[in-house]
């Protein structure tokens, strides 16, 4: 008998012939001798409609209230799901992130995770229960409803996993698994057996709208096997997991975009220590995360400062950034939303020289400006221009060989 | 400076425009120099989404997670009227049930209310909050979410004033006030000024759709003075109080009738002590609530037992009371849903006699068949054929002068 965490996303459960195919593998599950919490998403659509709400009531909604609004769709599809189980003669029971408790600090959209209490669910559990947790959300220590970002509902099936010691965390979604990079840009992608949660990590952060990061850096800690695998079909998916020699020997293991960041510079800024820090922590304080930071090397005493923020953020950060550039007398600020960050990300780079610049080499065979670069251990980002987009992950996905025949074919048979 | 409560129904936050207005109008009233406590309703259709979801998932959901399934349409309100109230400038904050906390019984989708903890609204509205609290819903001693049943706002909403002391429970809906009838059946009907409580709990549990028959309960037992208006415009509505000596000259107030019964008749019950008992307790043991019940005269020691449940109850009722019916050896149990129970009310029928033989009169004169007779001292009800609803409402109008040419003049003006 193991412990499993399920957790289904927004178009897994988009309607009500979806929820009943969830009942349907969760009862699976059950009857396998297993023990089941399951953690849900949003019908899909559904957040962004409460979103979509929430900016017609105010231009700048994120708050107390906007996390409160934006928490109901989950508290209504796992309603459905304990009921569509019961119905089908399973005891199930439906949590709110408040009844688990799963506490986060106040941080309203993008709450963290602070404790996760397991003992009501662990005997619940012992009685034969199939528990259904609301994901994305959870209660801050005053008792006010918080959310914890875009897809947090990984981070809460990870957490909750975490928390109750689990056997696999599951996270059922629409894809059958992790991609080398996206099929939909290059039909080569192949399915990743294994990936590690370093790569993930990766891959999370810089666009593969697989698993939320957070979820994986809540696996890696406390070290929880993921199964990422479609809830549409039985097919295989992608194990993160602990990285082994195995993962070690393949220099890039997938290829990732993000066009959801905007890219902002403030120019000629006074080159004096704690500069930086008074731009930064305004944006901080806002709440706003900043990714990529490029300095250019100070030309009579001046900067310029380039860095990314999310889309979302573009326009509160921009004016943000406006106020203090005039405070430490910087000259201009200029914001630029029509960007793209393309990633390679692999293990192996660890060991092995000169991918990044076999990268640059690719991109500009292709006449593909970088606007910036970042990179870490295990992966090397470059900003360009979003047209190039698909472009720089189909030559990449080539030049590093990622798509194998074989395996492309037997995809398609 | 006074504490005003105001309750806006389902229509009056349809959308993000009436939210705004909603919003406006408790400005206003706050900056008048009063406190408000605003209590809100699903948007209007919102709420019928959710039950009907729930009927998707399950024949009888009835339970639990239906509770916390239909309890998201007020959360939804109660945060974007925080949101747009913040916006303008005002210190706002929304309350869930169990954030106030509304305590109720465990009574899934009619709970009720046991006790409201005032003392954290008071120190919130003491330092000049507008308090949004969410209708309908509260909190069982398990923190379980819990749900007042069908126009439960309204008994927030004065349950609320009620344990706040508050001057004046203003009830904002879709209507200008109480009417004699409804006016969609029967042009001549005229909005009264005033109501007594007994009045209005007649007419609220008779089918007049203004208030909930438990929220005048409540006002009466802590004589809440409770103000119906429109919430479309600034027209003085109809003040639901105590009862004074002008109220007593009328004899009758109010015609009313409800469709939203069904008659339930068990055949040839053996006439034994406790036959009715074990009839009616399997039905509340269930939840459901029996109105009117009429037993006929017993012939050969068998008797006809005949009474109504709400249409919602009576697929689920037929078949336990046919369950009990074989058990106590009853001949036949038939049901009919074609029902309407047409009722005439006033507080002056205490000091008039024969108020009940001109009703029949009346519904004689027009060849209405009455199938159920039921009397209170305020109040007689005839349950009829579905089919003369609206006839009975014209006729009985008119035959006890209901109708009043000038005022009637003075609404269309």
Request: aromatic share 4%.
């Amino acid at each position: 008998m193991a412990l499993i965490v399920q957790k289904f996303g927004g178009t897994s459960v988009g309607n009500m012939d979806r929820i009943k195919n969830v009942a349907k593998r969760v009862a699976r599950t059950f009857s396998e001798g297993n023990e089941v919490v399951v953690v849900l998403s949003a019908m899909s659509g559904e957040t962004n409609r409460l979103v979509g709400l929430c900016h017609e009531a105010s231009e700048f909604p994120i708050g107390r209230e906007y996390d409160l609004v934006i928490s109901t769709g989950e508290q209504v599809t796992i309603g459905l799901l304990a009921i569509v189980l019961k119905e089908m003669g399973y005891n199930a029971k439906s949590l709110l992130g408040h009844q688990v408790p799963i506490v986060t600090d106040s941080q309203f959209a993008s709450a963290r995770i602070e404790s996760i209490d397991g003992q009501k669910m662990k005997e619940e559990l012992s009685k034969g229960t199939i528990l259904v947790v609301a994901g994305f959300q959870g209660v801050d220590p005053l008792g006010n409803i918080t959310t914890l970002g875009r897809g947090g509902s990984d981070t809460t099936a990870v957490a909750i996993a975490a928390a109750l010691k689990a056997d696999l965390c599951e996270i059922y979604t629409d894809v059958e698994g992790v991609y080398t990079t996206d099929p939909n840009v290059c039909q080569e992608a192949r399915k990743l057996e294994r990936v590690s949660y370093d790569e993930m990590l990766e891959m999370a952060s810089l666009g593969a709208k697989v698993l939320q990061t957070r979820s994986v850096e809540f696996a890696k800690k406390y070290e929880v096997p993921v199964m990422v695998r479609s809830s549409f079909n039985d097919a295989a998916g992608t194990l993160v997991c602990k990285e082994d020699e195995e993962m070690e020997k393949v220099v890039v293991s997938g290829i990732t975009y993000n066009k959801n960041e905007a890219k902002i510079s403030v120019l000629r800024v006074p080159d004096r220590p704690g500069i930086a820090a008074k731009l930064f922590r305004p944006l901080t304080e806002a709440g706003i995360n900043v990714d990529m930071i490029v300095q250019n090397i100070s030309q009579d005493a001046h900067t310029d400062l380039t860095f990314t923020v999310s889309k979302e953020d573009f326009k509160r950060g921009l004016k943000i950034v406006q106020e203090t550039a005039s405070q430490i007398e910087a000259k201009d600020v200029v914001g630029d939303p029509n960007i793209a960050k393309i990633s390679i990300v692999g293990a192996g780079m660890r060991s092995h020289a000169g991918v990044a610049s076999q990268m640059f080499d690719v991109m500009a065979r292709e006449g593909i400006n970088i606007q910036m670069i970042s990179t870490s251990e295990i992966k090397v980002s470059c900003v360009v221009d979003v047209k190039y987009t698909e472009l720089a992950v189909r030559v990449l996905h080539e030049a590093f060989g990622l798509g194998k025949s074989e395996v492309v074919e037997e995809k398609q048979g």
